[in-house]
């Protein structure tokens, strides 16, 4: 017997965006007095609320930053908006798993649109 189920679509979200869903759905939940809410979602709504500091418009103003530059990846791109690494070496750690590296320009360039958001 499988558990796994098909998947049909995928969507990279920041923090700040996966913030407001949860908010959304958490409301929901509220206004149900029957519908307890399970222990991962309460974990995540946690997780969510420590750790976004961008309001949702921001986040997605700094991904698309991101995108314009050649080396960044929309994966990417959401991985630094959530981490925002402080220097290169911070930057190449979410580099670590690509087949190649950037140059000390490249991750710099990278480096000055994280400080427009820091």
Aim: aromatic fraction near 6%; glycine fraction near 2%.
């Amino acid at each position: 017997m499988s558990i796994f189920k098909e998947k049909v679509d995928e969507e990279y979200l920041t923090i700040a965006e996966t913030k407001e869903l949860l908010e959304g759905i958490e409301m929901e939940r509220a206004e149900d007095e029957d519908r307890e809410m399970r222990y991962e979602l309460s974990r995540a709504i946690d997780h969510v609320n420590r750790f976004a500091v961008l309001d949702p418009e921001e986040a997605r103003q700094f991904v698309d930053d991101l995108l314009e530059l050649e080396k960044v990846d929309e994966k990417t791109a959401h991985k630094i908006v959530d981490s925002k690494p402080l220097d290169r070496d911070e930057l190449r750690a979410l580099y670590a798993q690509e087949r190649y590296s950037l140059s000390g320009d490249e991750l710099d360039d990278i480096l000055d649109v994280v400080k427009k958001y820091a």
